[in-house]
Structures are given as structure tokens and as C-alpha cells.
T-cell receptor, first 118, second 119 residues
């Protein structure tokens, strides 16, 4: 079974609109972390936002917020007031287990290509 | 602040050739990782090094070897390249914050990637 599922291969959104990118995950661990990364056309992987499994509030980082619904095992990324520079691939990733042991790994979803239309 | 530096950025090999991808980080991180990215498959872990002096296999280690040369450097070697190893390779590093039971972010920071083609 896929540990991270991103069901939207591609999305087109009008500039200045809000956009939600879906991510569902599968784990039996109680302790885990969820990450979103952005990959622009230049290819680098840019960290956007993090949500810990015990965090009671949804994470926010500027225009990015994470809609974390633990019971549904979903961690959707919300981008408010989209900009042309938001056009990129977006990856959801999960870290299982306690973080401070260096042997924990990230499992990535297949990504969503977001295109912002002027 | 350079962060994670990968060399080379592009490489073309013939089947059977060998090469080493270099990775260095200047963030004093303990853990380092090598991933490959193929179309439609996200990133998959090849090898990782939890700390200096240790290395372990990830999800797709076959055909690769790694060396954690020191705390800063973690190299990936293809001994006999195959077309199936055509991919984009990413190196990442991660620090650890204090407290064993603290669920810290411990973000993995990535290099810019190496695009490898094996003909």
C-alpha cells in the first residue's frame, strides 16, 4: 500500500485564488511528521511546511498552511493568494517514528504539478 | 550559506562506466541521504548515513555504493552504470535537535540535484 498518496497529478489555478493540494498518508506509528516540499522547474527541492503528529494546531508558514486531519490521515497543503511563482511540483512526505534518531527516512508521494494562470 | 552542494550537475555515461556523485553540506548535520527521482515516482531513498561512520541501505540500493568520507561529505558511486540508473539524484542532510523524546522538525535540506543519463 502507498504510504503517501497524492491524487492530483496536475492542477490549474487562477492567479490570486487559493489552492488546496491533497495528501493522504498511511502509518501505524503514533509519532510521525509530515512535510511539504516545492520543486520549481529549476529542479531544487525547497522545504515549505511541517506538521508533527502531536501538534494540536495546523501549521502555518506565511501563505502556506497545512490542513491536518489526523483521523482521516490527511495533510493537505493550502496556498492562499496564489502567485505565478507558485507554479511548480509539490511533494508531500512523511517521516515515521521519533525524529532524533538519524535513521528515520522520508517517504515521498508522487507529486502534484501546480500551474498558476495569469 | 551554501547548504548542500552536489557535483556534478549533469553527467552522461555509457553503459558499464563508473562514476561518483559528490555531496557536501556545511550545516554540521549528522545525517545525510541519497535519493533518486524518476518521472511519476517521487523520490526514493537509495542509501543514508545516520551519522559519521555509518551507512545503511534505503529502498533502492542495488547498483550503488556510498561512502561517508567525513561529517561533511557523502558520496554515491555507480560501479557499472546501467540505463535503468538514468535519473535525477538528490543528496540531503538533516540535523538533530536535543532531547530523544522531542518530536523536532529536523528538516531534510536538499541539494540542487544531479541529472544523470546512462546511454
Amino acid at each position: 500500500a502507498q504510504k503517501i498518496t497524492q491524487t492530483q497529478p496536475g492542477m490549474f489555478v487562477q492567479e490570486k485564488e487559493a489552492v488546496t493540494l491533497d495528501c493522504t498518508y498511511d502509518t501505524s506509528d503514533q509519532s510521525y511528521g509530515l512535510f511539504w516540499y516545492k520543486q520549481p522547474s529549476s529542479g531544487e527541492m525547497i522545504f515549505l511546511i511541517y506538521q508533527g503528529s502531536y501538534d494540536e494546531q495546523n501549521a502555518t508558514e506565511g501563505r502556506y498552511s497545512l490542513n491536518f486531519q489526523k483521523a482521516r490521515k490527511s495533510a493537505n497543503l493550502v496556498i492562499s493568494a496564489s502567485q505565478l511563482g507558485d507554479s511548480a511540483m509539490y511533494f508531500c512526505a512523511m517521516r515515521e517514528g521519533i525524529s532524533n534518531f538519524g535513521n528515520e527516512k522520508l517517504t515521498f508521494g508522487t507529486g502534484t504539478r501546480l500551474t498558476i494562470i495569469p | 550559506n551554501a547548504g548542500v552542494t552536489q557535483t556534478p550537475k549533469f553527467q552522461v555515461l555509457k553503459t558499464g562506466q563508473s562514476m561518483t556523485l559528490q555531496c557536501a553540506q556545511d550545516m554540521n548535520h549528522n545525517s545525510m541521504y541519497w535519493y533518486r527521482q524518476d518521472p511519476g515516482m517521487g523520490l526514493r531513498l537509495i542509501y543514508y548515513s545516520a551519522s559519521e561512520g555509518t551507512t545503511d541501505k534505503g529502498e533502492v540500493p542495488n547498483g550503488y555504493n556510498v561512502s561517508r568520507l567525513n561529517k561533511r561529505e557523502f558520496s554515491l558511486r555507480l560501479e557499472s552504470a546501467a540505463p535503468s540508473q538514468t535519473s535525477v539524484y538528490f543528496c540531503a542532510s538533516k540535523g538533530t535537535s536535543g532531547g530523544v523524546f522531542r518530536l523536532a522538525k529536523n528538516i531534510q535540506y536538499f541539494g540542487a540535484g544531479t541529472r544523470l543519463s546512462v546511454l
